[in-house]
């Protein structure tokens, strides 16, 4: 079966620590795209990756970190630097950049305390 | 400044109504406009994606259309039925790929 996953689920993290998140398609897509959502604030785009070695800043980069060395995968950090980075994390891939539909993965809610 | 606006924040409707979702932007030189579903803790799922030459997109009981000169975009549901129920949001693309997403609609279909 194809599609997105992203791991872990949950992920509690003291205040002042790095972590990382996984995401992983075998959808065979070309760009990769991380969201934050907050509640009542819809999702807002971190990063985003149209290929292979190339990626660039969203909406809120700030206080993250991203790399793309594979097709594959698109592993986000969010560093210590990030003032608030308890919320629900989404990753997402799409085929072409303007008019394919975006696939979702089921997301990793980050509790940093 | 909210550039895609959803109303009502929150829906609630028997089994069986037909029901239309709201979705407004305010620029119109748009790509392509999706509506996607959400249910509780999980992630989205795409449902219909409007390309900016198009007014309309069907899949089963749902109807998209999209009128650019207006700024508005809806989603009209068929029949609803519980199982209908999440929260459904609309996104917008401009020529740089980027989505940017309304806050979303809350539906409750009560049985």
């Known amino acids: 079966d194809g599609g997105i996953t992203q791991s872990p689920k949950y992920l509690f993290r003291k205040e002042g620590q790095n972590v990382t998140l996984s995401c992983e398609q075998n959808?065979?897509?070309?760009?990769m795209y991380w969201y934050r959502q907050d509640p009542g604030q819809g999702l807002r785009l971190i990063y985003y990756?149209?290929?292979?070695?190339?990626?660039q800043k969203g909406d809120i980069a700030e206080g993250y970190s991203v790399s793309r060395e594979k097709k594959e995968s698109f592993p986000l950090t969010v560093t210590s630097a990030q003032k608030n980075p308890t919320a629900f994390y989404l990753c997402?891939?799409?085929?072409?950049?303007?008019?394919?539909?975006?696939?979702f993965g089921n997301g990793t809610r980050l509790t940093v305390t | 400044k909210q550039e895609v606006t959803q109303i009502p924040a929150a829906l609630s409707v028997p089994e069986g109504e037909n029901l239309v979702l709201n979705c407004s932007f305010t620029?119109?030189?748009?790509?392509?406009l999706q509506w996607f579903r959400q249910d509780p803790g999980k992630g989205l799922t795409s449902l219909l994606l409007?390309?900016?030459?198009?007014r309309e997109q069907t899949s089963g009981r749902l109807n998209a259309s999209l009128d650019k000169s207006s700024g508005r975009s809806t989603l009209y549901i068929a029949a609803s039925q519980p199982g209908d129920s999440a929260t459904y949001l609309c996104?917008?693309?401009?020529?740089?790929?980027?989505?940017?997403f309304g806050q979303g609609t809350t539906l409750q279909v009560k049985p």
């Open positions: 997402a891939s799409g085929s072409g950049p303007y008019n394919s539909p975006l696939h």
């Open positions: 959808l065979n897509h070309d760009a």
């Open positions: 990756s149209q290929i292979v070695n190339d990626f």
């Open positions: 620029d119109s030189a748009i790509y392509n």
């Open positions: 409007i390309q900016s030459s198009q």
């Open positions: 996104a917008r693309s401009r020529n740089t790929g980027k989505l940017i």
